[in-house]
């Protein structure tokens, strides 16, 4: 039995295990093989590993240096399999995207500079170049429990994640279809989507046009299976609309997510929201919102023809950013500039809960017993 | 912030968290204030700690080296709430008790003797002594995954647990009401019920006098919210019953637990069943079974007169233990003596999944912001 080290965190809403790339080279195990036997997957409750038996804490981050120019970290996102011996690498997540800056600075991969640093990563799933800056403090990383995000109980240290130039990772336009509205037909629906690449793929509807109001709850829109399926095949033939697929049931699991849009009634518009949104991630309504998901939103926002921008009350102002009323309260991204290059940023926050090492199982067989009786 | 030693196990079904009990004092906290922070409780989700946001999931495992004559090792079993701020320390955990042996001897708290080692616990939430058997060699812990159990899906290292004495732990009898049998009247239902003290507090009930099989899923039970009240409402009436509460709402959550039991059909018996059995702990029907409530049913098969004894086939023989088929497959008991004291033993198996430290969350207040523009 070996040990991998290892450190536990939350990124935003998320729980993920966060590792040096150096760390999951395991003679005689591919990387895939690592990181199920440390999870525990395949299993439902994924009770011999450290996965959480949900897709938002089976999830891991593994960090190097980078050489690159520009670039001081490399990130690359896991999502591991639960029931599946599977590990998706296809796409990012915003969420554990929090976590890299404070363990580079704490792995002394990046210099800390004055109150706050930035650092330069690299995502490596999507090609996503993100800026990120922490608080810093006497040359170290301050980590006070400064900030509040929506869907998380507790404050948190402060990351500033900026996702720059993020339209077209994927597909290599932010609307790959040319068009800022489409119209598709899954399902026996025709719906009007917007087909959006920016942070991740996303498909757009108006929640009305599903006949929902997009304030129901997370646990009563999964209650709903025949709801479900519809969505799920309208993001599949979003899916082959922008090229992501070669046929609906080719589409992945994770890729392109589907919002659930609707505009802010007086009093959401009075609380500060732009717009009311759910969206769908590995089949499940998130209790939140991805923040991948969040940009292509943002970036919709701006651009006459959209979903979104139609449903936008007089009184938004998409230019700066935009205020989305999640199922955990209001998230808000900022739009802005680096260096002439457009940039689209969010909050979280993070916390470090365990560090340590994962002891690795031993692939062995299996001999069930009956007890002895103890004498 | 300060951070805790500990250790993650996988004990039998559950994951716990293993604590050297010197490691818990924290000053300006109460231990249970430690162990929600650590957990990250009150929250459903425990975003911002340890715990699992599932009742198998958010346990403590409190251990340190006795000085009393005969044991080894003293055992705290603490269930930690996760969406209220409390810790319950009403009960033992069975299948948490797998880890307390191997830690012991890893710790240098037992000295290893040949090839099984042989440590004796004194859990202290129950008075309950055990006596643990594991594998040694050359003087240490004999990790080698070597055997399977019902609900697991991977080998692990074997424990005995062998439960002393169990009869009467929490009430004084292993019948507290005198009788074998009794009839509990709850929610216009009349029910013939055993009230057994062993391992656990149970309350034994025929599935066919619900209207149920004892074959369904826990999910199929789990999702008849009318079945489960009058489930916890005959457990509640059990409580008073025992003693062990004064009214059934001033019943515990945990204690006693609920037992539906069946004959077993032909095939079952072939496969070497004696009795086919659905548990609720904490108001969910167990996946599997927990271990204290499977000593109880162990002890109620060799007296006449209780429902178990009254549904064996004829061909089982309750006076060596018992073998019980669950939703995870079939678990057996073996009862013997030590030292002229009975003992009702089980097997399970465990598995160290990460050895470091947990970061305790400072005591702070938030501040929730709007994010910066990156420039």
New interface residues.
Partial sequence: ?S?VP?T?M?GG?S?CWVFRRADLDVPGRTLDATLLGLF?S??P?Q????G???S??SKAVILSPSHRPGIDVEYTFAQVGIDEAKVDWGSNCGNCSAVVAPFALRQGWVTPTGTTTRVRVLNTNTGQVM?Q?VPTRDGVLD???????P??????P?V?L?FVSPAGRSTGALFPTGSPADTLVAADVSVTASLVDAGAPVVVVRATDLGITARETPAQLDARPDLLATLDAIRRAGAVAMGLAESPAAAERAVPKLALVAAPDAGELAAGADLVVRMLSMGRVH?ALPITGSVALTLAARETGTVVSGLLPDASDPV??LSMLTPAGLV???????QGEP?V???RTY?????????L??V????????????
């Fill in positions: 039995m040990a290892a536990w939350r809403t729980k525990g395949p299993d409750r009770l011999d590993g450290v959480g038996a949900t938002t804490t800026v800056d980590e006070t429990p400064t900030t509040t995000i869907g998380v109980a507790g404050p948190g402060r500033d900026g209790p700066d950013g808000t991204t900022t739009y802005s500039h680096e940039v940023s969010a909050v916390r470090r809960l365990v560090e340590g090492s994962i002891e199982p031993a062995a067989s299996a001999t069930p017993e009956r007890p002895r009786a103890i004498a």
